[in-house]
């Protein structure tokens, strides 16, 4: 780790900033995604089943329309699933410290889970379309008793395969995102997973409730998705049955309806949970926009079957969407809050590193003050708190005792109760001793 430490080039508070965004970007496109594979995977497995023990004509040709809705593309799902995914791993890794290495962890096993599932899926699919192909040819009648015996051994084959990769499809699907969700967790609140086993962080409760979160914003999005797609997009699908048109649509009124109207309390529930670190008045007000449009959806929802007018189908559809980039949005700033300390940080090491860069040998020796302006300051001041406690409550022990302090600063060890561990912020010796007998002979003048 040490090795790999040595390679990582220290970031500029700006570049982090850009970061953040880029994944607040990234998790827009992901997120919907996978919500909408995760519902839509497992209601047409479901229909699938059940079309198939009552011979239900319209279970079944719901089961594959869900998936040609819900998959897209081939390309799509390796745009909007597989790279995202990807590059969201490869921000983390630059965004979090070594300590924090274990959310690196679970996003990786995500993402091997998520192809494991993507791939079973798109099998599901193809499958499920096969057996569309021998409905077709089922009154076909050959006088050739093998051909007969083929097609029905092909016919039952296909039916197994899609079967079988529907379900472990939806399943590896499901832990991926579970996987997901916790490494995303994990660094908004750097204090509550110290050394948790696997199990112990899936089922903290932190976890499960964004866990039961995401999967409540998957049925919104399904439900919202299945609305537009089936009777908005392209002036609307042509239904060879009324029956069938008024399953879809009652099938997709209950899905988004029952999601977003348990959604706000997970929605209030995380925000509860939030460590104070990482709360700011932007969190509070994307967590408030959220719950402001999911309402508005609600709204949407009610004219839509009052009036009859499927028109709002489009604006339920936008409105959903709106709704789940801004709880991204806050939770990034959440993670932005939690993880400030370690861009301070971050900042500091580049400011040296871009000092060595250019010509450090014609820069003025640093006294004590301006280390402790350009380094201590940004988390430290005499008489109160910021990130760290206060000189004046600090300081006193070290009182005639210079070298024990540049210990602590050459080495930094947790001390004081109720404060994360300050980092180490990689000064040499001789840079500590003069930031050292500065902030003790400072620190007097609070006395
Ligand atoms: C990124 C934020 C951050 C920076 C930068 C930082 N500190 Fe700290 N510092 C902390 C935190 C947090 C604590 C509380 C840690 C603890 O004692 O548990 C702390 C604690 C301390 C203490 C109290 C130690 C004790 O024994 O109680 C001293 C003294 C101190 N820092 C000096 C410095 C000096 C000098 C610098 C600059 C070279 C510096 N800090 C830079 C965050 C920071």
Known sequence: ?????????????????????????????????????????????????????????????????LMEVVTINKSMGIVLGVLTL?????????????????????????????????????????SLKFSQVFEAIKSFKSDDKVIENEISELQSGSRHLSTT?????????????????????????????????ILSVLFSWLVVSRFIQII????????ATLLFAFFYWDGGRKFNSEEYKSMVRSFSIRLTFTSIIILPIFLLINLVTLPSDSLSAAVFFYSSAALVLIFLAYH??????????????????????????????????????????QTVVMGAKYEEVMQKLTGANKAPKISGEDIYKNICSSCHSFDHKVVGPPYKQTLPKYKGNVDKLVAFILHPTQNNPGYPPMPNPGLNPAQAKAVATYILSEVKKYE
Do not use: C
């Open 216 to 223: 409540f914003i998957s049925g919104a999005f399904t439900g």
């Open 86 to 126: 990807l590059t969201s791993i490869l921000i983390y890794m630059q965004l979090l410290s070594p300590g924090q290495s274990q959310a690196i962890s679970y996003l990786i096993a995500s993402f091997l889970l998520f192809i494991i599932g993507l791939v079973l899926i798109y099998t599901y699919f193809y």
């Open 300 to 341: 949407y929802l009610y004219v839509m079957i009052r009036n009859q007018n499927i028109k709002y189908s489009l604006h339920i559809f936008v409105t959903v969407i709106v709704v789940i980039v801004a709880i991204v949005i806050k939770d990034q700033l959440a993670l932005t809050n939690a993880n400030e300390m």
């Open 1 to 65: 780790m040490n090795f790999l430490d040595k390679l990582i080039i220290p970031l500029s508070p700006k570049h982090i900033m850009l970061l953040h965004y880029m994944l607040m970007l990234i998790f827009s496109l992901f997120i919907p995604f996978i919500s909408i594979l995760l519902s839509g995977t497992f209601f047409s497995v479901y229909f699938k089943n059940r079309g198939v023990k009552e011979n239900d004509s319209n279970k079944l040709r719901l089961s594959k329309d």
């Open 165 to 197: 990769s529907g379900k472990f499809g939806f399943f590896f699907l499901f832990v991926s995102v579970w996987f997901f969700i916790a490494g995303s967790t994990l660094p908004i609140y750097p204090d509550s997973f110290s050394a948790g086993s």
